[in-house]
């Protein structure tokens, strides 16, 4: 059997994962989840698609208690070692977020920088990924998460924004598509992996405009949803979502 895209990038990652860009603001996206719980470290928080346990590293030194769940063991062996290397003890497991174990546990969820949603080949998937993550969750509990942004492709060339934020050493985008009938962005990703071999996968991507995240939410019973703007590093309610944000940062309640 094939394996999808996302799970061939991760094989084996970690390392070169922790190098990319996008991961370098893990300090400032933990001080706004902070704030949104009112540091309240008796909170239970679900981190869905935890990679290789940045957020919930952060969050665990922080003194809270962080439960990282993943569909990529590799990516878990590296958040386990890191963890390790801190002296931390935390509870990361091998899930796929389209069908978790877990019934009314946590008080708050995260799933940041693409954790799972969006990712899924089909549009019900992603929404299966919404639903298990809602089950998760006690009453009056906060879902916080990333998204790509569909209205940047509509005003944004999509080749430029990847070209801009290239790196030496990471990975790179070539060849983006966007559909303006399914709103997937189809591109080829070459990188390296943690030892050095090059690979190339075709990947795709789903964009949500706010419209759509707002009536999924609703549909699985979130009574106030915030949609902003997410800039690496500084989530704040005080960035008002436009055209020129690459990620949407939705923040519901239910």
Known sequence: MNKQWYEAL???????YDSESYTHGTAGECDFIEKEINFDKSLKILDVG????????ELTKRGYCVTGIDLSES?????????????????????DARNLPFNSEFDIAIMLCEG?????????????????????????????????NGLFPLYNSVDEFFDAAKEEGNSECKNNNFDFMTFREHN???????????????????????????????????????????RLGEFSR??????KDYELLVIAEI
């Open 10 to 16: 991760f094989e084996n990652y970690g390392k070169k």
């Open 50 to 57: 935890c990679g290789t346990g940045r957020h919930a590293i």
């Open 75 to 95: 990516q878990l062996k590296r958040a386990k070692e890191k963890a390790a290397e801190n002296n931390l003890l935390i509870d990361f497991q091998c899930q």
């Open 116 to 148: 799972g949603f969006s990712l899924m080949e089909t549009d019900e998937m992603n929404y299966e990924i919404l639903k298990n993550v809602t089950k998760s969750l006690k009453s009056n509990a906060k879902l916080i998460f990333t998204t790509l």
């Open 188 to 230: 080829i990703v070459e990188f390296e992996d943690d030892d050095g071999n090059k690979k190339t996968l075709k990947c795709n991507e789903r964009y949500y405009v706010p419209c759509e995240i707002t009536w999924l939410l609703k549909s699985l019973g979130y009574t106030t949803i915030d949609i902003f703007g997410a």
């Open 238 to 243: 005080e960035h008002t979502l436009t055209t």
